[in-house]
């Protein structure tokens, strides 16, 4: 087993490695920006060393920083957790050339799958299904609605240079085709300067499930069951739960099998993730692989007893995996909501700055992976991810109901939170009855949204206590309004931390 | 101490008095079996003719407040009305010149318009990144960048003002 | 279903409540003190009623006033929690006279299982082995010494009026008997004006350990497994464990059906516990019955996955058990800290006070159940229970492990709390290999205690962290040092928020 | 500033200097590669040489510290030696004038003793009673009552003096 891991990540998934090397006994040394002195990970770490200025390009980013401390430090091994340098090669790579252990996959086996073209071939030579649809550019139009009309409308026109929505087109009758595939390669082409386009077949209300698979340097692969994630805005997953309301043992397994051929031909070890997409008739198609531990790690915990970052090390320490962990049967259910510093009343813009106060639920099934605390001040630099509320329960009522008593429980001042959002989805009879599909929370978010009340009564006592707030904390500020009359709280003692911060930072 | 207070739409006057550690508190002129204090910063608990309630309190940056109580939210505004400047409440707020301020600290990194520029409603005047992410703030109103005081490359705070529209 | 149910008692037991009763979206309403305006069962409650002053006689042990609360807030059932009013027979019965549930056995299963002598009777009656012994005063010293010889040695003779070690004699031969009986009469008498003592089997290193019950109106009594909790401090549990390390199925069996029988025999509902000392031989001794929800039944909740509140409110509102429960296996082990206000570096003393800052851990496989908050004061006027730290883990060493861990995260500053002897305990040889019994903790504290302590670095740290601190927190006091020596901190912001307290509550 | 700092048993002289927002600190006249912040009151993150600490300070009654870092606990004690004024240190405090102090807020149920009643090293001097509890305040040494201040239902606080053994 390793001496000392060197954590290259910080927030919340830095403190979730470093809990599990202590309880393995396992050192911990932390790296960190000049952002974050203060940041939990650093408190809680034996060991952690300052790598640069707050901008990741010159902190969490340098491989050659992050590869002197491991040397300094006399590691013996890093863990990249998500994000950062998680999915990079040249992490591996230099940990190989160091002889240093790289918790996760190889560097070729990160490449293989997690590339999406090559992901995407070795799919198919796995005989994994993937989402009908040609990798190559189209040149030829009537070859191309050819190939349309083969595969079934719908169907999406998306360009291979692109992404962001930019040259993709939605065509759902044959008789739009030529036009759809003229504008979608000219976008392109004033976009990305490549007018090339592919076809995919389109999938409605698809669902987003993944398998996390385990595999040990020996050969053995298995597969952990599955998460459903469905519940994105913009492609950002909020909500993850463990099983999938719409899962069966026969899809579990054939969903679980396909993920294990996948990993097997990409040489792949370590703990990783295989996405697809299910559609309404339980046809499942490979999306991506993500070759690392993911954020919503914790569900497949909390429903299968297992701690993934224990196995993760394990693993790399080359320890086997006893068998008896493919045959492991989900015990309940799990859900995790991803705490943002953002604001969902105002454009969901970020809410960095100083915490006044946190009150952290706890009790039975609730658990928090967090990555801040009271006082502490949420930079401006990075992710605004603060927290994951995790609810387990003995069926996905008891796990929404404690979530939301969790939720209600959870309080934090002085920076805006997207709790509200969870508060509503949670609530929203289409979530309780687990008509979700990747598409329905911003469709949700695009309906008028009444604000949450309680009544009279919940109203009164609002009243009342902005009145006393009013007369306790902010009296100073409306002796000068100013002209516009909406930036009455801009002497607050929010407006100045936000001052103070940036002059830490200039310093 | 009286205030204006807009909790849910609704106007109330709210009347404070100190009495000892206690408040005394009416609305809209009716003596409240209430008892109200903070328990957390930010956070009161009020005890409300027998029921509990937990209101946290988060000013917006355009000087309203969010308050939460459980799972409910609110949004409200306190006026003191010994300071009453013809200050007026949200619902009119779209007339007349319009001060854009940044919703929370970060770094412009483009500006959409310049000066002078006409504008619609909802359209991007310039965009905002903090926490890895690229924030666009739009126009509350149609009509003409009156001032551009961003600048690419400056580092705002919350509450700062960064344009004029009219 | 019930609509509003009054918790009858305050601190962590009744945030618990409140919690199931929040998931299950049934109404809350708890009373408070004068003390505990401010206390987190208020905060989190939908209804809170001040029912008097701080002290318990006046307040939550008063039941008159109890029962106008529930008239007042139009409640339908009562949770008792644990200690104050739980076990009184005299508030069930003034629940039957309101119409008002009471969730809990009814007055009369109260008082024939929670008694002690009716308890033992009962057992006896229903073929549970009790401690073997005379529960008669005996008068004649040689019939005592008959029955003694009988019995086998080592005996213990107690005091029949007795209590506290008072009126009691160790007895190893039979040439000591004589002796030591004249010396407990006549202590006894001289302790209690009765001279009369009994006999009972004295227990080498007995282990405690009991099983928790759940009995349904219908006639269903099933046993839920057990939880050890042999680690005492002067007969008070401090660290709960399930399973216990030394169960084999078949004890378990025959321990649960004993328990099951004697609950039958005294007609008991809801919840309840079944207290036994096992002895190095695997023999079982009825102890008592705890005849409410007991604080350490967290430990049976993580390793079953049910939630022992929710169960009681539904037994109370007449629900059925399903008959799967009866079959129930524990996943897993769990184990449960209960932090006190105290201090154990000085003989125990209590450590009331105001809360400067709180850190509580997280994560994977930690629950806590809390009663308290930062900021919040803990008043003088009640039990010192602050938190339960409680941790799941796949084998008895990851959740020692998970406990260190946790522990090593809890930070609790401005007060005093036991933590330290946790982390004494969880480290001790003896305790990691669960060679353990009720008089362990007390032999483990009478041996010398080294502090715990990390190396020179750490001592380096500390240095340098007391004298920071001194520059910035405590420069004032010693301007004036008093001429004793030793209470330089007495002008410090502990003294004055104690006398700040003080006012208060004089007020 | 300069301080005389017990830990484990250890004296040590830490010197500080403030430099903007960080100490400089030296340790026994060495300067130290060392960054102390505080994180929460009375709770500092410390990194030296690498090694990161998080101290917990707790100051006890008797004017010492228990200092907490981990899953490890020292006892420790410091001096300004400016103010320095024949204080000693805890080994010598059993000898001369013993000052008693309750050693928490509570209530003083029972007395014990009386004044000028001789007393052991360990004995019983009186009772207070706080959370539920009746904790015993023992002499620390061998003598005679000289004073005794505190009166049965008196209300005491942490640190008040109760009373003296000489």
Known sequence: ?507 | MKYEVVVGGKLRVVELARVDEEWQISLDGNDLDVSVVEVAPHTFSVLLKGESHQIRIVPRPDGTLTLHSGLAEYHGEVTDPRLWRGRRHGALEAEGRQQITAPMPGKVVRLLLQEGDAVEAGQGLLVVEAMKMQNEIRSPKSGRVEKLFAKEGLAVNAGDVLAWVE
Chains 1, 3 share one sequence.
């Open chain 1, 1 to 507: 087993m390793f001496r000392k891991i060197l954590i290259a990540n910080r927030g919340e998934i830095a403190v979730r490695i470093l809990r599990a090397c202590r309880e393995l006994g396992i050192r911990t040394a932390v790296v960190f920006s000049e952002a974050d002195r203060k940041s939990l990970h650093v408190r809680l770490a034996d060991e952690a060393y300052l790598i640069g200025p707050a901008a990741s390009r010159e902190s969490y980013l340098r491989i050659d920083k992050i590869m002197d401390v491991v040397r300094r430090a006399g590691c013996d091994a890093i863990h990249p957790g998500y994000g950062f340098l998680a999915e990079n090669a040249a992490l591996p790579r230099a940990c190989v050339e160091a002889g240093i252990t790289f918790i996760g996959p190889s560097a070729e086996a990160m490449e293989a799958l997690g590339a999406k073209t090559s992901g995407r071939q070795l799919a198919r030579r796995a005989d994994v299904p993937t989402v009908p649809g040609t990798n190559d550019p189209l040149e030829d139009p009537q070859h191309a609605q050819d190939l349309a009309r083969g595969m079934g409308y719908p169907v999406l026109l998306k360009a291979v240079a692109g992404g962001g929505g930019k040259g993709m087109r939605l065509v759902t009758s044959d008789s739009e085709f030529a036009a759809a595939f003229r504008e979608a390669s000219s976008e392109a082409l004033n976009a990305f300067g490549d007018a090339s386009v592919y076809l995919e077949k389109y999938l409605d209300k698809p669902r987003h499930i993944e398998i996390q698979i385990l595999a040990d340097a020996h050969g053995r692969v298995v597969s952990l069951g599955e998460r459903e994630c469905s519940v994105q805005r913009r492609h950002q997953k909020v909500i993850e739960e463990a099983p999938s309301p719409i899962m069966t043992p026969e899809l579990r397994k054939r969903m679980g099998d396909a993920a294990v051929r996948l990993a097997r031909a990409g040489g792949y070890t370590n703990a990783g993730t295989v996405e697809f997409l299910v559609d309404t008739h339980y046809n499942f198609y490979f999306l991506e692989v993500n070759t690392r531990l993911q954020v919503e790690h914790p569900v497949t915990e909390q429903v299968t007893g297992l701690d993934l970052v224990k196995l993760q090390i394990a693993i790399a320490a080359g320890h086997r995996l006893p068998f008896a962990w493919e045959t492991i049967t989900p015990r309940g259910h799990a859900m995790e909501v991803r705490l943002y510093a953002e604001d969902p009343e105002n454009n969901f813009f970020p809410s960095p700055g100083k915490i006044l106060s946190q009150h952290t639920p706890s009790g039975p099934g609730i658990r928090v992976d967090e990555g801040v605390y009271e006082g502490w001040t949420v930079p401006i630099d990075y992710d605004p991810l603060l927290s994951k509320l995790i609810a387990w329960g003995n069926s996905r009522e008891e796990t929404i109901a404690r979530l939301r008593r969790g939720l209600e429980e959870y309080s934090i001042t002085g920076i805006k939170t997207n709790s509200g959002l969870f508060r509503r989805i949670l609530a929203d009879p289409d979530f309780v009855r687990a008509e979700i599909h990747t598409k329905w929370l911003d469709e949700l978010l695009r309906r008028p949204h009444p604000l949450a009340q309680d009544g009279t009564s919940g109203e009164e006592a609002a009243a009342v206590a902005a009145a006393v707030w009013q007369a306790t904390h902010n009296g100073a500020n409306l002796a000068a309004p100013t002209p516009g009359g909406n930036t009455g709280v801009s002497e607050s003692e929010w407006k100045r931390e936000g001052r103070r911060q940036q002059r830490e930072r200039l310093l």
